[in-house]
């Protein structure tokens, strides 16, 4: 489902954090990307582990949630787990988190320095079963190149 290429997605996301060390900045240029470049998208952003739960960070989109516990929803259990969860349909997930209920599938990536978790890249579409396991290889190819682009010194994550 991707409209451009996965090349083309990291090679802007590369270019855009070129110099840039801010979290805040290149996870909000990496946010409109993905939000841009992505079809049936109604949502794309990032959550960081702050004080213990998971805080709304830069994205895309409609209102979000502000806080998420580690181990709740969607994206608190990919940041549980540390590992990318897609959802065909939230509707049948076990505790999701509606923030928006126009969103039917999803997909958490999570952002994970060394041993560190620092949040993770949520992304949510009004189609069922949007996501599939290129854009789980695109996205975590992107949350790499986040965590490598930052300085997370600068953000207040937690262990940082």
């Avoid at 349909?89 to 041993?115: K, M, R, Y």
């Avoid at 854009?135 to 790499?144: G, I, P, R, S």
Wanted: a negative charge; glycine letters at 10%; charged letters at 20%.
């Amino acid at each position: 489902m991707i409209k451009n290429s996965a090349a083309d997605l990291l090679k802007l996301a590369a270019g855009a954090f070129a110099g840039e060390r801010d979290p805040w900045a290149n996870a909000a240029n990496a946010a409109a990307l993905v939000f841009e470049l992505l079809p049936d998208l109604n949502w794309a952003g990032f959550y960081f582990l702050r004080g213990g739960e998971l805080v709304v960070g830069p994205f895309q989109g409609r209102v979000a949630c502000v806080r998420i516990p580690v181990g709740a929803g969607v994206c608190g259990s990919a940041a549980l787990q540390r590992t990318t969860v897609i959802v065909p349909d939230v509707h049948a997930f076990p505790g999701h988190i509606a923030c928006d209920s126009a969103s039917n599938s999803e997909i958490v990536v999570p952002l994970v320095a060394g041993e560190r978790l620092i949040g993770v890249l949520d992304l949510d579409s009004t189609r069922l079963d949007r996501f599939t396991a290129d854009d789980a290889q695109l996205l975590e190819a992107l949350a790499v190149l986040v965590v490598a682009a930052c300085d997370w010194k600068l953000a207040g994550i937690d262990g940082f």
